[in-house]
């Protein structure tokens, strides 16, 4: 499971902490509920068998021995969350393993160059068999998703003729988009209408994608399921802890959360987790409609790579930074060999391990920050498997919903990125359309 550690103690942490009892008995009542009706209600989606019932179902349907490319259309919460969890398993290696098949593309923003290259390899399929696409869309009405989804479907309509039998629609229940595919024949896949974009990771936009490729979803909403438990059935409730570090460190001027991850293939967990913070902190009004323009500002490195590019400015800069180490034992090792070429250049590596290395390397960098006086936490994972990443999906995310009582501020709505998204479409009818 999860393993919060980190020196940041005091009256202030303590009283964050006993300020969120209350929140704690909502959330048990909501998990209780085993319903989608509270704004919470994304804490059922690793306990319902049904929605798994039912995504498994379709991937018995729609998944054949040929298939090599399941294109993911869509963008922010529809798209982050799978990815993250497909690149911490299998997408990191994606050309080094260049004959493992089936694999996870993503179509997210438009951009011509990406869907030129798409439309090339689309071509170079020999059956339908060998492609799904799913276009995804809370609303069902995003524009880059939809712009996106139709220039797939257009090419493999010219290559395979009628390629709707390939397709799958995921949005909220009862949506435009959801209406449109079951006209036209293409499988749907409906979001409750409770769980936000951000949220929904857990549900069929993460589950079906990722069940495609081989994913063991059932062993990620496993970590996810005990996550909720260690937290909310009185066990070490360290995303409360978090929460609370986060806030108190905040007051004081770290207004910065550096999210540091200590393996290269977690790098989308940290871009997924960027979203979940930015959008739900990041709010200009609090709970009571005062003017607040409250926040922390999510920033993401990678180790031991970042501390060759940014660690200067860690180190050096301005003290406005929380940092988050995140690292855990990998199922790999490979030891620096005894015979080698150069050995009189850093002695010290010959036949240590890989892991060994970076571990070591790890403990002086939180060493460092130490000497230096920089706060931080260090998350350490069990593995780095699907049980351990439900387990710090969902840690992340009850997180954010403690953080969001701390600060006073709603953790479920994004208004002003709901206007943007109003204020977009207006001007692109006015400029495309002329």
Not at 13 to 35: D, F, M, N, P, W
Not at 37 to 56: H, I
Not at 355 to 364: F, K, S, T
Request: aromatic share 6%.
């Amino acid at each position: 499971m999860i393993k919060l550690q980190t020196e940041q103690a005091g009256a202030d942490i303590a009283g964050a902490l006993e300020g969120l009892a209350a929140y704690t008995e909502h959330l048990q009542q909501v998990r209780a509920s085993k319903v989608y009706e509270a704004a919470e209600s994304t804490l059922n989606l690793p306990d319902d068998d049904e929605q798994l019932a039912v995504v498994q179902e379709l991937v018995r349907q729609k998944v054949t021995p040929a298939l090599k490319y399941h294109i993911v259309v869509g963008i922010g919460g529809s798209n982050l969350g799978t990815k993250a969890v497909y690149d911490a398993l299998l997408g990191y290696r994606d050309l080094l393993e260049v004959e493992r098949f089936p694999r996870l593309l993503f179509a997210d923003t438009v951009d011509p160059e990406w869907l030129v290259s798409a439309q090339k390899l689309l071509k170079t399929l020999d059956s339908p068999d060998e492609v799904l696409v799913t276009v995804i869309s809370k609303s069902g009405g995003t524009t880059e998703t939809l712009a996106n989804f139709e220039v797939i479907m257009d090419t493999l309509r010219e290559k395979f003729g009628a390629a709707e039998e390939r397709a799958v629609a995921i949005a909220d229940d009862g949506s435009k988009l959801i209406q449109a595919a079951e006209a036209k024949g293409i499988a749907t896949l409906a979001m409750p209408l409770t769980v936000g974009g951000r949220y929904s990771v857990l549900s069929a936009v993460g589950l079906y994608p990722l069940a495609t490729v081989g994913v063991d979803v059932t062993a990620l909403r496993k970590g996810a399921s005990a996550m909720l438990d260690q937290c909310l059935d009185g066990g070490d409730n360290v995303a409360a802890r978090s929460a609370a570090i986060l806030s108190v460190q905040r007051d004081n001027g770290r207004t910065i959360n550096d999210n540091f991850f200590f393996h290269p293939e977690l790098e989308s967990i940290g871009k997924w987790y960027r979203q979940l913070m930015g959008e739900s902190v990041g709010k200009e009004k609090s709970l009571t409609g005062e003017v607040v323009h409250t926040g922390i500002t999510p920033t993401v490195s990678i180790g031991s790579n970042d501390l060759h590019s940014m660690l200067q400015i860690y180190l050096g800069g301005p003290k406005d930074k929380l940092t988050t180490f995140v690292s855990g034992k990998s199922s790999a090792n490979l030891n620096v060999p005894t015979e080698r070429v150069f050995p009189e250049l850093v002695p010290m590596v010959t036949g240590n391990s890989a892991g060994d290395i970076m571990a070591a390397i790890l403990e002086v960098v939180k060493i460092t920050y130490q000497k230096t006086g920089l706060p931080y936490m260090e998350v350490v994972l069990d593995a780095l498997d699907e049980e351990s990443i439900g387990a710090y999906l969902q840690f992340k995310m009850l997180e954010m919903m403690y953080l969001a009582q701390l600060l006073n501020v709603n953790s479920f709505d994004q208004p002003n990125v709901e206007a943007y998204k109003i204020d977009t479409k207006q001007l692109l009818e006015q400029i495309l359309g002329r």
